[in-house]
């Protein structure tokens, strides 16, 4: 059982920068894709970026890329979210998601993340 702590929201004005961490209690975390998605109060929980097992593969959604950088230090077990230019339909709660299992095809779905966070709040005010 792999456990995810994510830290690092909170409020920001539209522009600014915010870095999200995710630290997972797994020591082998470099078996598992790792992913972040958010979802906006009332919204469906929706994809942001994903990283492959060794870091060296990201995917973004259209909305975020250019503005988004998802890293992973496998050495600490934790993925981070590097997230500038925010906006104000970036608010919403992330979520850190991993999976030892995923294909590339099934990175952008959240059902096949087998873990996932708490979740951390990210207010953008305009």
């Known amino acids: 059982q792999v456990q995810l702590v994510e830290s690092g929201g909170g409020l920001v004005q539209a522009g600014g920068s915010l870095r999200l961490s995710c630290a997972a209690s797994?020591?082998?975390?470099?078996?598992?894709?790792s992913g972040w998605f958010r979802q906006a109060a009332g919204k469906e929980r929706e994809f942001v970026a994903a990283?492959?097992?060794?870091?060296?593969?990201?995917y973004y959604s259209d909305s975020v890329r250019g503005r988004f950088t998802i890293s992973r230090d496998n050495a600490k077990n934790t993925v981070y979210l590097q997230m500038n230019n925010l906006k104000p339909e970036d608010t919403a709660v992330y979520y850190c998601?991993?999976?030892?299992?995923?294909?590339?095809?099934?990175?952008?779905?959240?059902?096949?993340?087998?873990?996932w966070g708490q979740g951390t709040q990210v207010t953008v005010s305009s």
């Open positions: 998601g991993a999976d030892q299992r995923l294909i590339v095809s099934s990175y952008r779905d959240h059902s096949q993340y087998d873990f």
């Open positions: 990283i492959n097992r060794n870091g060296g593969s990201t």
């Open positions: 797994e020591r082998l975390y470099n078996r598992y894709v």
